[in-house]
C-alpha cells in the first residue's frame, strides 16, 4: 500500500521536462503571449530550436511550406502544434535511457507509440475531426504512463510484463500492485505539464470498455481506436479483424474499406515517422512490448559503452587541438591524436585551394615527408576525393578503385603513403578546408571501421581549427589593408562617444583638424570644441545620435588655428563597439569647393545684374526701334494713301471743269455727273479699307474663339448670288468635328470674303474655288485652312510684297488692301498665311490657325 500512496499522490516524483521546454509550455497556454516571444524562449535552446524547424517542416505536423526560422513555424503551424513538437522532442529525449529492465524493449514500447499516432492522425483525417497534428501527439504518448512506472518501480514492473502470460492484462496488473495504471498515470503527467485536457483526457481513458468509450469526446475514441489497430497491426490475426472493424464503425463510423488501406500503408508510415522523428524502433515481435530487449538492441548498448570509452579518449586529444598556438602547433597536435586515439603512424595534410585542387602542406611517416608541399591533386568528378567531399566521410583507395579508375595522381599518393589510403573530407560548414590522407590498408580500415564516427569528430574539429586559423590569417590581411587605407587617406575618420570625446583619430583627420602629435589616440580631446555650432543646433544632434539616427553637417567651419576660414562637410554615424555605443566620424575638408562656391555665387549675381540692365537697354532700344518704324510706316501709308487718294480727285477736278463749261453753256450731261460720283465712291472705298486695315486686332486674342464650319457656312449664302450667275464652282470640304481657333466667327468670315472675292475676280468666268479646312496631324495645336482657285495664280514680281498695302493685280478700281487685312487677322491671332503653289490651281493660300483648347 505504501508503493501505491507513493505513485499516486506524490506528484515531485513525476519527472520534469527541460527548462526551455517548460518555459515553452508556460507561454504556449497564454492567450495573451505573442508569437514572437514563444519563438525567441524556443531558440534559446539550440538543440530544441533546430528540432523544432525539422519537425515544423515534415509532412507529421502538416507542414504545407518551407518553414526557415522560429518566427515563422509560430506563425504558420500555431502555438499548439509548436506546443506539441516541443513535447514528443522533450519526452523522447527525457524516457530513451535504456537502463529500464530486462524485459521491455524501448524499441518495441516506441514503434507501439509511432503506429498509434499514425493510426490517430490518420483516422482524424478520415473522420472529419480538424486536428489531425494533435492527434498524431496524443497517440504518440498514450502509454507514457508505462515509462514513469518502470523507472518509478522496474523491479515490480518487471512481473507486470509478465501478466499476459498468465492471462492477466496489464491494466489490472498495475492496478493490483499500485492501485491505478499507467493510464491514468500518463495523463496525471501531461496535465502535471499543463498539456491540454483534451488530450489528457485521451491517454486517460483510452483503455477503458468500448461501451463506456463510446459517449466520449471525439479524441478518446480515436486514441482508443487507434491502440486497438496497433496492438492489432503488432500481432495480426485475421480471426479478430471484424471485431476491430465493428469496433471502428462504432466510435469513429470509419468503414472497412478505410482500414483496409490503412492497414497497407501503415508500416510504411511508422518507419517514416521514427526517421522524422529520430526514434529508434522495432516492430514487437508476438508477445508484444513485453517480450524483452531486441539482440540487436544489446549489441546497440554495448557498441554505445564502446563508445563511450573512445569519446573518453577523444577529450585528451580535442583539449590538445584547442590548446594548439599557431597553424604548425596545431597540426602537430592532430598528428599525435591519430596516433594516441587509432594507431596510424602517416598521414598527410592537403589544403584546398582555387581552381578545386589540393595542395600538399605537411605529412608525418611517410616515405618523403620533404617532398610533401610538391603535391598537387585535381579534385575532379568521379575521384575518390571528389567522392569524399561529396558524402562527407572517409573513403578508402581500394573500396573506391573496385568500382572506378583510379588516375596516375591517385596511384602516385599511394605510392608518396607506402600504401592504400584513406581520404578524410576537411569540412566546415559546407566549406572545403581540405583533406587528410592516412596511411591504412583494407583490412586495417575494416578493423578500425567502427571508430569511422569518433575519426570523423575529430578530423572535423581540426578542419574546425584550422578554419579559424585561415580566417586570423585573412582578418590580420584585412586589418593591415584598413589601416593603409586609414593612414594614407586625405578623409579624415574619428571614433568619439555621443557626447564628442575621441577615442581614435587616423592621420587624415589630424591634419584637417590642425592637430598635431603621433597616435591615433587622443585624451582629453573633444570634437565638439572644432565646430561653430551653437547650443541649440549641438543639443539637437546629440539628440539624434542618442536616438541612434545618423547626422550631417555640411560646410560647418571649424576652429583649427589656421589662418583663413576652414570647412568641412562631416557625417555622425552611430555604431555599436562590443556592446558600447560610439559615433563613428567621416570629415572632409571642403574649404577650397566652399571658396569656389562662394566665388562662383558671386560671379552668377553679377552677371545676372548685367543682364538686368542690359536688358533694360535692349527693350529701351527695342521701343526706339519700334517708334522709328512706326513712324516710318505712318508716313509711307500716308504717302500711298495720298496717291491713291489724288487719282481719283484728279479725275473729280478735271470733270468740274468740264462740268462748269457745260453749265455755261446751259447744257449739262448727267454722264459727267454720273462719272463724279463714281469716282467720289472711290474714294469713300479706299477710306473705308483704311478703316479696317486699322481694326485688324479686333476679332483676334486669346479669349476670342470661333468655328471655321459657322464661317464657311454664312459664306455660301453671301456668295452663291454672284457666282452661280458666273458660272463659278464653289467647293467647300469642311468637316463638322473641326475644334475652334482663336479667331472670331466675323474675322474668319472677312478673310474668307476677301480670298473668295479675289478669286472671283481671277476667274472672271467659268472656273472653281474651293475651302479646305483640316487638323494637322503632324501638329493637331494647328488648323489649316486652303483657298484655292483655277485662275491665272500671282504673277512672280507680286508674290514678295503681296500682303503689303495697295498692291493689286486687278488694275483701276482696286485698293489693294484686301489682303494686308486678311494677313494681320491671321497674324494677330498667331497664324500663318502664305501663297503656296499646286498642281491644278492657280492661287492657294493656306492659313495655320493655333486651336482654342
Not at 526514434?279 to 549489441?299: D, H, N, V, W, Y
Not at 479699307?689 to 479669349?703: H, I, M, N, R, T
Not at 508674290?799 to 486678311?822: A, H, Q, Y
Request: glycine letters at 8%.
Amino acid at each position: 500500500m505504501a508503493k501505491t500512496c507513493q505513485v499516486r499522490n506524490n506528484t515531485h516524483l513525476l519527472p520534469s521536462l527541460p527548462h526551455a521546454v517548460m518555459k515553452l509550455l508556460e507561454a504556449t497556454m497564454d492567450e495573451e503571449m505573442s508569437l514572437s516571444y514563444v519563438a525567441q524562449l524556443a531558440g534559446n535552446d539550440p538543440g530544441l530550436a533546430s528540432q523544432i524547424l525539422r519537425l515544423a517542416n515534415s509532412p507529421l505536423f502538416g507542414a504545407t511550406k518551407s518553414i526557415t526560422s522560429l518566427p515563422q513555424a509560430a506563425v504558420n503551424l500555431g502555438l499548439v502544434t509548436i506546443q506539441n513538437i516541443a513535447v514528443t522532442l522533450s519526452i523522447h529525449e527525457s524516457f530513451s535511457d535504456p537502463a529500464l529492465t530486462e524485459n521491455f524493449s524501448m524499441e518495441q514500447f516506441w514503434w507501439h507509440s509511432l503506429c498509434t499516432a499514425v493510426c490517430s492522425r490518420y483516422l482524424a483525417l478520415h473522420a472529419g475531426i480538424d486536428t489531425p497534428e494533435e492527434a498524431f501527439v496524443a497517440g504518440l504518448l498514450h502509454d507514457l504512463g508505462q515509462l514513469v512506472l518502470i523507472r518509478r518501480d522496474p523491479t515490480h514492473y518487471d512481473s507486470i510484463l509478465q501478466a499476459p502470460r498468465t492471462g492477466q492484462t496489464i491494466i489490472k496488473a498495475e492496478r493490483r500492485i499500485w492501485g491505478t495504471d499507467h493510464a491514468s498515470i500518463g495523463a496525471r503527467l501531461l496535465e502535471h505539464w499543463n498539456l491540454q485536457p483534451l488530450l489528457c483526457d485521451a491517454v486517460r481513458y483510452h483503455h477503458h470498455p468500448l461501451y463506456d468509450i463510446q459517449t466520449a469526446l471525439p479524441m478518446v475514441r480515436l486514441i482508443c481506436m487507434a491502440d486497438l489497430l496497433s496492438h492489432h497491426f503488432a500481432s495480426p490475426m485475421e480471426d479478430n479483424w471484424d471485431e476491430v472493424v465493428h469496433a471502428s464503425e462504432r466510435l469513429l463510423s470509419v468503414s472497412r474499406d478505410t482500414l483496409e488501406q490503412l492497414k497497407d500503408l501503415v508500416g510504411e508510415e511508422v518507419e517514416k515517422a521514427s526517421v522524422l522523428l529520430g526514434f529508434k524502433a522495432s516492430k514487437p515481435c508476438k508477445g508484444g512490448i513485453t517480450s524483452g530487449r531486441s539482440l540487436e538492441e544489446m549489441e546497440q548498448r554495448t557498441g554505445l559503452r564502446s563508445k563511450a570509452l573512445d569519446l573518453s579518449m577523444l577529450v585528451g586529444s580535442l583539449h590538445a587541438l584547442m590548446l594548439a598556438q599557431g597553424e604548425d602547433a596545431l597540426m602537430d597536435s592532430f598528428f599525435r591524436g591519430l596516433g594516441i586515439l587509432f594507431d596510424f603512424d602517416r598521414a598527410l595534410i592537403a589544403r584546398s585551394t582555387s581552381g578545386n585542387q589540393l595542395h600538399g602542406l605537411r605529412s608525418m611517416g611517410t616515405r618523403h615527408d620533404d617532398l610533401v608541399t610538391q603535391i598537387r591533386i585535381p579534385v575532379q568528378p568521379g575521384t575518390i576525393w571528389e567522392e569524399a567531399f561529396t558524402c562527407k566521410f572517409p573513403v578508402h583507395f581500394d573500396a573506391f578503385c573496385e568500382g572506378n579508375e583510379s588516375r596516375i595522381i591517385d596511384r602516385q599518393i599511394k605510392g608518396f603513403m607506402g600504401k592504400a589510403y584513406l581520404v578524410c573530407p576537411l569540412v566546415c560548414q559546407d566549406e572545403r578546408l581540405g583533406a587528410v590522407v592516412i596511411g591504412i590498408s583494407r583490412q586495417e580500415w575494416e578493423e578500425v571501421r567502427a571508430s569511422a564516427s569518433v575519426l570523423m569528430l575529430f578530423v572535423r574539429q581540426f578542419a574546425n581549427a584550422l578554419r579559424g586559423y585561415k580566417y586570423k590569417e585573412l582578418w590580420v590581411k584585412e586589418h593591415a589593408i584598413n589601416a593603409a587605407i586609414l593612414n594614407a587617406s586625405p578623409v579624415g575618420f574619428l571614433l568619439s562617444n555621443i557626447e564628442g570625446d575621441i577615442y581614435f583619430i587616423n592621420p587624415g583627420g589630424k591634419n584637417i583638424l590642425g592637430i598635431d602629435g603621433n597616435g591615433c589616440t587622443l585624451p582629453g580631446m573633444n570634437i565638439w570644441d572644432y565646430f561653430s555650432l551653437g547650443f541649440n543646433r549641438r543639443d539637437k544632434f546629440l539628440d539624434r545620435l542618442a536616438k541612434g539616427r545618423p547626422a550631417v553637417l555640411n560646410g560647418v567651419e571649424i576652429h583649427a588655428g589656421q589662418t583663413g576660414p576652414r570647412y568641412l562637410d562631416v557625417q555622425m554615424l552611430p555604431v555599436s563597439l562590443s556592446g558600447t555605443d560610439r559615433v563613428l566620424l567621416v570629415i572632409e575638408d571642403v574649404t577650397a569647393a566652399k571658396l569656389l562656391e562662394r566665388e562662383r555665387k558671386e560671379k552668377t549675381k553679377w552677371l545676372q545684374e548685367e543682364l538686368a540692365r542690359r536688358t533694360m537697354q535692349l527693350k529701351e532700344a527695342q521701343k526706339q526701334i519700334i517708334r522709328a518704324e512706326r513712324l516710318g510706316a505712318t508716313s509711307t501709308l500716308a504717302r500711298q494713301v495720298a496717291h491713291e487718294v489724288n487719282n481719283p480727285l484728279s479725275i473729280i477736278k478735271n470733270f468740274l471743269k468740264v462740268l462748269k463749261i457745260q453749265s455755261a453753256s446751259g447744257e449739262v450731261e448727267t454722264d459727267t455727273i454720273d462719272k463724279i460720283n463714281s469716282e467720289i465712291d472711290r474714294v469713300a472705298g479706299i477710306i473705308r479699307q483704311l478703316s479696317d486695315f486699322s481694326k485688324v486686332q479686333s476679332g483676334a486674342g486669346e479669349d476670342v474663339t470661333g468655328h471655321i464650319q459657322k464661317a464657311v457656312s454664312d459664306l455660301e449664302a453671301l456668295m452663291a448670288g454672284s457666282l452661280k450667275p458666273r458660272g463659278i464652282v464653289l467647293e467647300v470640304d469642311v468637316p463638322q468635328s473641326l475644334p475652334r481657333v482663336r479667331l472670331s466667327e466675323d474675322a474668319l468670315k472677312q478673310i474668307l470674303i476677301n480670298l473668295v472675292k479675289n478669286a472671283e475676280e481671277a476667274l472672271d468666268s467659268q472656273g472653281r474655288c474651293r475651302i479646305r479646312a483640316f487638323q494637322d496631324r503632324q501638329r493637331p495645336e494647328e488648323l489649316v485652312i486652303e483657298v484655292a482657285d483655277t485662275g491665272p495664280g500671282i504673277p512672280a514680281d507680286i508674290r514678295e510684297k503681296l500682303f503689303d498695302p495697295f498692291i493689286t493685280t486687278k488694275g483701276e478700281g482696286n485698293s489693294g488692301l484686301g489682303l494686308s487685312v486678311c494677313y494681320g487677322l491671321v497674324r494677330a491671332a498667331g497664324g500663318t498665311i502664305m501663297l503656296k503653289e499646286k498642281e491644278g490651281w492657280g492661287a492657294v493660300f493656306e492659313i495655320r490657325l493655333p486651336v482654342a483648347y
